[in-house]
């Protein structure tokens, strides 16, 4: 079982979004969003390896960066676990593993 994703609905439409926003950019009410919790699965939509990075994550290079499609309707961008890089593929499910720092880690489903 993966993560939680925390994230906000909009009360009135029910569109998924990673920030609250002030206001809905389907329905356009205002002050719209609740906080919700998100199941963190999804498709790989587009990846890249990555082979230069900048000085804290030097250490863990080739490391793959892929655009996620969740299951919820959100576009996520997060890094693939490393034993999984080889599974990596366009369509692949994914499911959120845990967060380092700021970067969301996926393991492959
Ligand atoms: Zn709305």
Redesign the pocket.
């Known amino acids: 079982m993966g993560k939680l994703l925390h994230g906000f609905q909009?009360k009135?439409?029910?569109?998924n979004s990673l920030i609250a926003y002030e206001y809905?950019a389907?329905?356009?009410?205002k002050e719209?969003f609740q906080e919700v919790k998100f199941n963190g699965r999804g498709t790989i939509f587009s990846f890249t390896k990555i082979f230069v990075a900048e000085e804290r994550f030097q250490s863990e290079i080739p490391y793959v960066v892929a655009v996620i499609h969740s299951d919820d309707g959100l576009r996520l961008l997060g890094r693939i676990e490393k034993e999984d890089m080889e599974k990596v593929t366009i369509g692949a499910m994914v499911e959120l593993k845990e967060w380092k720092e700021d970067v969301a880690i996926f393991k492959v489903s």
């Open positions: 909009c009135i439409c029910g569109a809905c389907n329905c356009r009410e719209s």
